[in-house]
């Protein structure tokens, strides 16, 4: 079993639409949960990190973990085509190794 | 943030070749960094643990021998995949943490695309 599971996609939506992305983790030690945003042929960069359950807002994104259910999520509103990439979910736990879900591709149509 | 580059950014080699990468923290120093290679629509794979001054840790399957990294400042890793063969043709990327600030949060670099002919 990996240790975080993430749905590959990919996923179509509206401009203007929410994006919902969707992870979940077996290790129970993991304590940081974060989402990158990975274009083509470039490096992923960090959009939101949280380190408890909860939600946590940065402008039109919204990152919430369940540590009960082992799951996190990427709410992304008001969806614009400069949206679309692939959106990684991370997992740590307190330590600099990352374990990766496999990444959602996300096109946003105009 | 923090700013790590990689370079070159793409790179087109002949079988059995050696391909050296390097990926630096332009404006923090790293005594950690990582790599990670990547297929196309795949997630990322984590080599090996870049450590400053001592040797890497590689990751269960990855052959140290054929690739080679080097940690020989605060700022610079090289990864130099050694006798190149078109199955070694991947995206890399390395990351790196910035000390100064929370442990988890890595930066990545841009990312070297390695062709193998």
Same mark, same amino acid.
């Given at each position: 079993q990996k240790e975080v599971e993430q749905d590959p996609g990919p996923l179509s939506v509206p401009e203007g639409a929410i994006v919902s992305l969707n992870c979940t983790y077996s290790?129970?030690?993991?304590?940081y949960f974060m989402w990158y945003r990975q274009y083509s042929r470039k490096g992923p960069e960090l959009l939101m990190y949280t380190y408890s359950s909860g939600n946590k807002e940065d402008g039109r994104f919204t990152a919430q973990v369940d540590k009960s259910s082992k799951y996190i999520s990427l709410f992304i509103r +008001? @969806?614009?085509?400069? +949206? @679309?990439a692939t959106y990684l979910c991370a997992t740590s736990g307190g330590g600099y190794k990352l374990s990766f879900g496999a990444g959602t591709t996300v096109t946003v149509r105009a | 943030g923090a700013v790590v580059s990689q370079h070159p950014s793409w790179v087109i080699c002949k079988s059995g070749t050696s391909v050296k990468i390097e990926c630096r923290s332009l404006d923090f120093q790293a005594t950690t960094m990582f790599w990670y290679r990547q297929f196309p629509k795949q997630s990322l794979m984590l080599m090996a643990t870049s450590n400053e001054g001592s040797k890497a840790t590689y990751e269960q399957g990855v052959e140290k021998d054929k690739f080679l990294i080097n940690h020989?400042?605060?700022t610079l890793s090289t990864l130099t995949v050694t006798s190149?063969?078109?199955?070694?043709s991947s995206f890399y990327i390395c990351s790196a943490p910035d000390?100064?600030?929370?442990?988890?949060e890595q930066f990545f670099g841009p990312g070297t695309r390695l062709t193998v002919l």
């Amino acid at each position: 079993q990996k240790e975080v599971e993430q749905d590959p996609g990919p996923l179509s939506v509206p401009e203007g639409a929410i994006v919902s992305l969707n992870c979940t983790y077996s290790n129970s030690a993991f304590q940081y949960f974060m989402w990158y945003r990975q274009y083509s042929r470039k490096g992923p960069e960090l959009l939101m990190y949280t380190y408890s359950s909860g939600n946590k807002e940065d402008g039109r994104f919204t990152a919430q973990v369940d540590k009960s259910s082992k799951y996190i999520s990427l709410f992304i509103r +008001d @969806s614009q085509p400069s +949206d @679309s990439a692939t959106y990684l979910c991370a997992t740590s736990g307190g330590g600099y190794k990352l374990s990766f879900g496999a990444g959602t591709t996300v096109t946003v149509r105009a | 943030g923090a700013v790590v580059s990689q370079h070159p950014s793409w790179v087109i080699c002949k079988s059995g070749t050696s391909v050296k990468i390097e990926c630096r923290s332009l404006d923090f120093q790293a005594t950690t960094m990582f790599w990670y290679r990547q297929f196309p629509k795949q997630s990322l794979m984590l080599m090996a643990t870049s450590n400053e001054g001592s040797k890497a840790t590689y990751e269960q399957g990855v052959e140290k021998d054929k690739f080679l990294i080097n940690h020989a400042s605060l700022t610079l890793s090289t990864l130099t995949v050694t006798s190149a063969h078109p199955e070694d043709s991947s995206f890399y990327i390395c990351s790196a943490p910035d000390l100064a600030g929370v442990g988890y949060e890595q930066f990545f670099g841009p990312g070297t695309r390695l062709t193998v002919l």
